[in-house]
């Protein structure tokens, strides 16, 4: 199955979508916010899938990025241009009409929107199985 | 008048010819075949044109001193239209009865082509493309041999005569119906048309004997007009065909006059149409001045405009001698001054004077600058569906006589053409207000829409964590119970989520409490509260274990201050208010850890209670005091932290506030950052 990376500040979902992710039998690992991401950039690469959740606080490093983009804007194309491949999954409560990014343009890119189903379904079934 | 020309028959120094027109015998000239207008009475030379011959010393005493009789005796000739006095000399002797018969021949000839010059004459006037009524009425007197003339056009609206042309000098060029004036004798039934000896009494006319006056029926409306026609001679009287021939074709000028008039006034409201562009009415009426001050050819126009409450009326546009439509300066009319601008909207009627000197002597108001002192004057109400707009004025009505500029007065179509321009201007004002109403109701309803549009978006951000949290809890519950072994870890997995389900659930009712937008603009439930009971626990309650688990930080709540303590206003909006400022403290003090804290005191002799809400996190900056609660306003800090929200929370709960009779201040800037809830502490009117 699929070692998969869980990026997402509200601590009321963080538990319940690892819950899910791994009763399918994936392992999932957790940052909290963009500090994390951006310090293990590097990192990055060992994982099948990232989901990544759109509005969080900006961090340390992001503080004086465009304001125009949301965090999790700004990871997706850091992200992206040391992976360009990566499967992503974007999770958001935020209408993806009104962002910045078209992740619709992106090969291997889903989008998500909050509220999650029961078993957050969607998100499943897009990660790799294997 | 054309001059008259000299004439005395030189060219055969032996004949005078002379053509008959009505009871008269005019003298012809020689080389034109016109007459000047030395006239002898058929009635007087009956007995001499009964005699066939005559003595020049009996000639000379019927025709006057102006004809030089040369011959000693001369034959008479008379015909039904001309009369030939022909020497008795040689030529005659020679040629006898020949010589007669071709004189009276020729001198046929000459009255027939008399006849036909002036004929020709009237008609190429009458018919000249650019021909004014003046000129109209010029051809006709001098067709028919008349010496002076004048047209009188009465006002239906305003019951006076005005003087529309005349050839001699009038010392006064509007008689009212009420005056004692031979004018009047037209408007009684049956008046048509009159002949008689004349007697009034201007120097101008003291040599006329008769005049002739008809009545006529001018324009679509049958204005009525006098036409009279004066001459030196005695009876000198029209036949009624030719009395009837002069009124057709006068009526049918004025029909023309008055067609190029509408079709004036066609093009001035044609501009309305053109000219007027929703929205922007001052630069539309400044042009509608100058346009009604040239059409109407009056010194001066002015437009006036009511303000809502109907207690005044402003000066909105101008043209006279200095401006050309905007207002040299700004002028009011007050309307519950006697004025007669003022009168003209009180009344819906139109006003006017003929005489301003000594109808407004006072001349008070607003005076236009105008070339002659002010004379006459229209004041007409800007009426649309009953309602009065406002007033336009027209003041000094001018002519152009020979390049030069004279007073004249108003007449029927000024009215009227006055009154439909009004009409059309007060329906665009009208037009205008309803587009003022409706761009403001529409500004109104795009700001209300906005501000929904803003509320839902926050709405759904905020409901979809704990609607995922509801919809995925059951789940998890129901797979952690279903394993074989129920550890205590698995077991406190559950009561995990159930504490969740209880913290969201609060939540979500809170929100939804909050963004019920109806209640938030139309609620309001005064009452007398408990500011721990009412305000502060219910949100703390809820808002407590949410902030611990999502930003691990508390509230500190100082209650020592609180205990005991009454406010009064409507209890969900100030829960919504103090929501706000717990909500935002909690996402403003990211990664401080540091507690919210919240205490309160009375305020300003007990009239009100302070809630300080305050916190550690980000600071405010002093440049953002003054926007930090205006609708959207975001913090410069919170969007470098990427702080997730819209600006209206502050902005609605001031809102709230001020319409609570309280306020909502920031009263710190930073460490901490403090916002005071002012809350009344008694019902208005109770204040000490």
């Known amino acids: 199955m699929s070692n998969v990376l869980l990026i997402e500040d509200d601590r009321f979902l963080i538990d319940d979508l690892t819950t899910f992710i791994e009763y399918e039998g994936h392992t999932c690992s957790v940052y909290t916010g963009p500090d994390e991401v951006i310090e293990n950039l590097d990192a990055l690469g060992k994982f099948d899938a990232i989901i990544l959740d759109i509005m969080m606080t900006r961090g340390r490093y992001l503080q004086d990025e465009d304001p125009n983009f949301e965090t999790g804007e700004l990871l997706f194309q850091r992200i992206r241009e040391k992976y360009p491949n990566q499967a992503m999954l974007i999770i958001s409560a935020k209408n993806f009409a009104d962002m910045q990014i078209d992740f619709t343009a992106h090969k291997n890119v889903f989008t998500i929107s909050k509220p999650f189903d029961s078993t957050a379904s969607e998100l499943i079934k897009h990660l790799p199985k294997e | 008048m054309a001059a008259p020309t000299c004439g005395h028959n030189d060219l055969t120094m032996d004949s005078f010819v002379f053509a008959k027109t009505r009871n008269?015998?005019?003298?012809?000239?020689?080389?034109?075949?016109?007459?000047?207008?030395?006239?002898?009475?058929?009635?007087?030379?009956?007995?001499?044109?009964?005699?066939?011959?005559?003595?020049?010393?009996?000639?000379?005493?019927?025709?006057?001193?102006?004809?030089?009789?040369?011959?000693?005796?001369?034959?008479?000739?008379?015909?039904?239209?001309?009369?030939?006095?022909?020497?008795?000399?040689?030529?005659?002797?020679?040629?006898?009865?020949?010589?007669?018969?071709?004189?009276?021949?020729?001198?046929?000839?000459?009255?027939?082509?008399?006849?036909?010059?002036?004929?020709?004459?009237?008609?190429?006037k009458l018919y000249a493309s650019q021909s004014s009524?003046?000129?109209?009425?010029?051809?006709?007197?001098?067709?028919?041999?008349?010496?002076?003339?004048?047209?009188?056009?009465?006002?239906?609206?305003?019951?006076?005569?005005?003087?529309?042309?005349?050839?001699?000098?009038?010392?006064?060029?509007?008689?009212?119906?009420?005056?004692?004036?031979?004018?009047?004798?037209?408007?009684?039934?049956?008046?048509?048309?009159?002949?008689?000896?004349?007697?009034?009494?201007?120097?101008?006319?003291?040599?006329?004997?008769?005049?002739?006056?008809?009545?006529?029926?001018?324009?679509?409306?049958?204005?009525?007009?006098?036409?009279?026609?004066?001459?030196?001679?005695?009876?000198?009287?029209?036949?009624?065909?030719?009395?009837?021939?002069?009124?057709?074709s006068l009526e049918t000028k004025y029909l023309q006059v008055r067609q190029q008039a509408y079709q004036a006034l066609q093009r001035v409201n044609q501009q309305f149409i053109e000219k007027y562009t929703a929205g922007e009415l001052d630069r539309f009426l400044f042009s509608i001045a100058s346009e009604v001050r040239e059409s109407f050819q009056t010194e001066a126009c002015s437009i006036f405009l009511a303000d809502r409450q109907a207690s005044k009326l402003?000066?909105?546009?101008?043209?006279?001698?200095?401006?050309?439509?905007?207002?040299?300066?700004?002028?009011?009319?007050?309307?519950?001054?006697?004025?007669?601008?003022?009168?003209?909207?009180?009344?819906?009627?139109?006003?006017?004077?003929?005489?301003?000197?000594?109808?407004?002597?006072?001349?008070?108001?607003?005076?236009?600058?105008?070339?002659h002192p002010p004379t006459n004057w229209i004041g007409a109400p800007l009426l649309s569906a009953g309602e009065c707009f406002g007033v336009l004025r027209i003041r000094n009505k001018y002519v152009v006589e020979d390049g030069k500029q004279e007073i004249t007065y108003f007449r029927t179509a000024d009215f009227v053409n006055l009154f439909s321009l009004c009409s059309n201007l007060a329906n665009l004002i009208r037009i205008e207000i309803l587009f003022d109403e409706t761009e403001a109701r529409l500004k109104e309803t795009n700001a209300n829409i906005s501000e929904m549009s803003d509320f839902n978006k926050v709405f759904l951000h905020e409901i979809r964590t704990p609607i995922s949290k509801f919809t995925m809890a059951p789940e998890i519950i129901k797979r952690t119970l279903s394993k074989k072994d129920l550890t205590e870890e698995n077991l406190e997995k559950v009561v995990k989520q159930l504490d969740d389900i209880q913290v969201m659930g609060d939540r979500l009712e809170f929100i939804a409490k909050t963004f019920n937008f109806n209640q938030i603009v139309t609620r309001r439930n005064f009452e007398t509260l408990s500011v721990l009971r009412d305000i502060i626990y219910p949100v703390i309650n809820i808002t407590r274990a949410y902030l611990r688990k999502q930003y691990d930080i508390d509230i500190q709540l100082d209650a020592a201050g609180l205990q005991s303590c009454r406010v009064y206003g409507d209890k969900t909006l100030l829960n919504i208010v103090f929501n706000t400022l717990i909500d935002n403290a909690g996402k403003y003090s990211i990664d401080t850890r540091r507690p919210i804290s919240v205490s309160g005191q009375y305020h300003d002799s007990g009239d009100f209670f302070d809630i300080v809400v305050s916190n550690y996190g980000l600071a405010i900056h002093e440049d953002e005091r003054e926007k930090l609660f205006a609708n959207g306003a975001r913090g410069q800090d919170a969007l470098k932290h990427g702080i997730s929200g819209t600006g209206i929370g502050l902005h609605l709960a001031k809102r709230i506030m001020i319409e609570s009779n309280g306020e909502l201040l920031l009263t710190s800037l930073k460490d901490p950052v403090s916002f005071t809830l002012r809350v009344p502490a008694k019902p208005r009117g109770q204040e000490t």
Not at chain 2, 207 to 228: A, P, Q
Not at chain 2, 340 to 356: D, E, G, H
Not at chain 2, 359 to 364: A, F, I, K, R
Request: hydrophobic share 35%; aromatic share 12%.
């Open chain 2, 24 to 124: 008269y015998y005019f003298l012809l000239s020689d080389e034109t075949d016109s007459t000047d207008r030395r006239a002898f009475s058929a009635a007087s030379l009956a007995t001499l044109i009964g005699a066939k011959q005559c003595g020049s010393q009996e000639l000379s005493e019927a025709f006057g001193p102006g004809i030089m009789f040369a011959d000693s005796r001369y034959t008479i000739e008379a015909g039904d239209d001309y009369l030939l006095l022909i020497a008795r000399n040689k030529r005659l002797s020679l040629f006898g009865r020949r010589w007669l018969s071709v004189a009276a021949t020729e001198a046929k000839q000459r009255v027939t082509n008399f006849k036909l010059v002036t004929r020709e004459r009237l008609i190429n």
């Open chain 2, 133 to 248: 009524l003046r000129e109209y009425v010029d051809a006709w007197a001098e067709y028919f041999l008349f010496d002076h003339y004048s047209l009188w056009i009465y006002n239906k609206y305003t019951g006076v005569f005005t003087c529309s042309t005349s050839s001699f000098e009038q010392t006064k060029n509007y008689i009212s119906e009420q005056e004692n004036s031979s004018l009047n004798a037209v408007l009684e039934d049956g008046y048509v048309t009159e002949s008689r000896a004349h007697s009034d009494g201007l120097d101008v006319l003291s040599g006329m004997k008769t005049i002739n006056r008809m009545k006529l029926s001018l324009g679509y409306d049958g204005t009525i007009g006098v036409l009279s026609l004066y001459s030196k001679l005695d009876h000198f009287e029209l036949e009624a065909r030719h009395c009837e021939e002069i009124r057709n």
């Open chain 2, 314 to 371: 402003e000066l909105v546009a101008s043209c006279d001698n200095q401006c050309e439509g905007e207002p040299p300066s700004s002028y009011v009319y007050s309307l519950s001054e006697e004025l007669p601008t003022a009168n003209v909207f009180n009344s819906k009627q139109m006003a006017f004077s003929y005489n301003l000197e000594a109808d407004d002597s006072q001349n008070d108001g607003y005076n236009e600058s105008t070339e």
